[in-house]
């Protein structure tokens, strides 16, 4: 059956733990808590937990003095969609600015291409048309050829002229500060952030449904589990049977750690290349 819901889920994990059979010494607070950690981790390293945005932020007359952008007003993104919160029942749009998991690239207002008759990108885009379409000598036959060696060499004039801008952001002061010359970015310009923000289940319930984060979930509740046990370890039960907490520990550890192994190998969104 598929798990549609934030409860579901935790009910799912109990059972797979050994509830209704055994009693699982986890209060729903505890649970509760558990899961948001299980799924900041999934947001963070886990590829189908989060997607790459852009965002289009204009630059205002108090960014310009502060020297930073705050990351809390940049809005939605480009193209956000309606989606219904299935706990709530609310509308809103994703992703939003309180999304944003890392920020990846800063693009200056330079950076947009050209529509200035005489610009140099414009006039060299209008000059790979027609050469790709009348062959540079008035035949419509285009060398595929000439207009590869065109394209990359207009992407080699602009990694050489427009190359990204140099930043600092960290989620915890949400605050992300260009390293460039502030008086260049006039208020009223605009810039393009490119990040990456988180995948809510609760706007995405086919999410529930992750092998690997049910996995990790169980191991956290196993250890939350062992950890309310610890205080009982060694005191004997009726028919002589005693608690081992411990050994309940050191499993649920070692779950997480095959886990948390596996999420950073195979299912962590690849490290983009550094050229230069």
């Known amino acids: 059956m598929p798990i549609s819901t934030r409860q579901e889920f935790i009910d799912y994990t109990f059972r797979k733990l050994g509830a209704p059979v055994i009693q699982i010494n986890v209060d729903p607070e505890q649970a509760e808590d558990r899961l948001d950690e299980s799924l900041e981790y999934m947001q963070e390293r886990h ?4 997607q790459r945005a852009q965002f289009v932020v204009p630059i205002g007359a108090t960014a310009s003095v502060n020297q930073y952008l705050d990351v809390s007003t940049f809005g939605y993104a ?3 969609q309606a989606v219904t919160s299935a706990s709530t029942g609310v509308t809103g749009f994703w992703p939003a600015a309180n999304d944003i998991v890392s920020v990846t690239k800063v693009y200056s207002p330079s950076d947009q291409v050209g529509d200035y008759m005489f610009d140099l990108r414009y006039q060299m885009t209008l000059f790979d048309f027609f050469g790709l379409y009348f062959n540079q000598g008035g035949l419509a036959q285009g060398p ?4 590869m060696e065109s394209m990359q060499y207009i992407s080699l004039i602009n990694d050489v002229f427009n190359y990204p801008v140099s930043y600092t952001y960290t989620k915890s002061t949400n605050r992300l500060f260009l390293e460039t010359q502030w008086s260049d970015l006039e208020a009223g310009n605009y810039v393009m952030i490119e990040a990456y923000v988180k995948v809510d289940p609760d706007y995405y319930p086919k999410a529930w449904d992750d092998r690997i984060f049910k996995r ?7 250890k939350q589990w062992a950890q309310n046990l610890l205080k009982f370890s060694g005191m004997p039960l009726p028919g002589g049977a005693q608690l081992n907490a411990p050994a309940i520990m050191q499993e649920a550890v070692r779950e997480l750690a095959e886990i948390e192994q596996m999420l950073t190998k195979v299912y962590e969104n690849p ?3 550094m050229i230069g």
């Open 144 to 147: 595929m050829a000439t207009y």
């Open 271 to 273: 490290i983009d290349p």
């Open 216 to 222: 990790h979930y169980a191991a956290l509740l196993k």
């Open 78 to 80: 480009v193209g956000a």
């Open 47 to 50: 590829f189908d937990f989060n």
